[in-house]
């Protein structure tokens, strides 16, 4: 891993915890001190709190300092070297320097209920589960973020279509299936919905790539490496939808943001084809990197790629797709990708002529009146 870091706490002499809760955080000043009050009121109280901070200009890191004296030595505080722009390298940073059995890895502007830890650390325990993955959370957009009353009134956010576990749940040890429960957005790919046995990580050599869709390759990752992988119905996590934020950005359908994320997308596929080739049984398997294609695409897809036809014209579209999935002579990834955006094309094309046929029709019926 590139030394891109240092630190600003010594590290304090204790019995390791049963729990590393990582926080990556840039200019969070506003939101962090929330997020650790929501660690401080656990009652799970095995655990230490790794903050790093990627370089704020704000005033994050006093509002940390401020909190150490309430976790008595269980905070630490520690810096990047210089700004990386993202979450991954502060995560890297965070898992490398964790001493906990488990890792809870989340934003620094969201929160997590009281029981969180005893909850998934339990039913770690009764299954020596590698990983615990909630199925479902809490959103909450920014205007409600402090509104309690609201809070008492939500729902789970429901990620997918059709039937969710009514209790833990170990998840089939067949890694096609999962990549195939993978391919149909089956889980939640963000990482701060899983508790994660620390040993996976770092006996299996794998981190946070420097991408806009890490979570999605890091939870490929785990799906691929961990023998006990538990479903719960548990609900632990409040997600913040805030204007600004890396995950939902206004800008997100021009052209410069697509051609940002094309790249990430084919910058995520190469990390985990090395990632696969470099271990059995998946080297030389062309199966399971179809299905990372499918994976992939529809993270694409899903995400994105239908607002991206409104904003550009079809040839400068392609162009882009070509420019970035060519690169590194990656022509298998570049044919696929073309020929499954043709098809999604011609959908959308018939999906917006029904549109424009029943938007005429309303106009005509009422022009009537």
């Not at 770092?202 to 785990?222: A, H, P, R």
């Not at 993270?299 to 797709?321: C, P, R, S, T, W």
Request: hydrophobic share 40%.
């Amino acid at each position: 891993m590139e030394k891109v870091f240092n630190s600003l706490s010594p590290p304090q002499r204790f019995i390791y915890p049963a729990i590393s809760v990582i926080i990556p955080m840039y200019n969070a000043e506003k939101y962090i001190g929330e997020c650790l009050d929501s660690i401080l009121a656990q009652t799970f109280q095995n655990f230490e709190v790794i903050v790093v901070d990627d370089c704020s200009t704000d005033n994050s890191a006093a509002v940390v300092k401020s909190y150490a004296e309430n976790f008595g030595g269980r905070l630490r505080l520690e810096r990047m070297l210089k700004n990386s722009g993202s979450g991954a390298m502060p995560r890297n940073k965070g898992i490398y320097l964790s001493r906990g059995d488990y890792l809870l890895i989340i934003d620094n502007d969201d929160a997590i209920t009281s029981t969180a830890l005893e909850e998934l650390y339990s039913v770690a325990k009764n299954f020596d589960a590698d990983v615990v993955a909630c199925e479902k959370y809490y959103q909450i957009s920014e205007q409600f973020w402090n509104d309690a009353e609201f809070r008492k009134k939500l729902q789970p956010l429901i990620w997918r279509p059709g039937s969710f576990v009514d209790r833990p749940t170990l998840l089939t040890d067949n890694i096609l299936e999962r990549l195939h429960l993978c391919a149909k957005r089956y889980f939640v790919w963000n990482v701060w919905s899983k508790l994660i046995r620390r040993d996976l990580i770092l006996k299996n050599e794998f981190y946070f790539s420097d991408t806009i869709v890490d979570d999605m390759v890091f939870t490929i990752c785990l799906l691929c490496t961990a023998e006990k992988f538990v479903l719960v119905p548990n609900v632990i996590n409040y997600y913040q939808m805030r204007e600004g934020s890396v995950s939902y950005n206004s800008n997100k359908h021009d052209e410069k943001f697509f051609r940002k994320y094309v790249k990430a997308f084919a910058a995520a596929f190469r990390y985990l084809d090395k990632f696969l080739n470099e271990r059995e049984p998946f080297r030389g398997n062309s199966y399971i990197k179809y299905i990372i294609f499918e994976i992939c695409w529809s993270e694409l897809l899903v995400g994105y790629l239908f607002h991206m036809y409104n904003q550009i014209e079809a040839y400068k579209f392609d162009k882009i797709l070509m420019e970035e999935l060519s690169a590194d002579d990656n022509l298998a990834l570049a044919a696929y990708t073309f020929n499954m955006g043709a098809t999604y094309r011609l959908r959308f094309s018939q999906a917006q002529q029904h549109i424009a046929a029943l938007e005429s029709e309303l106009a005509r019926l009422k022009a009537k009146e």
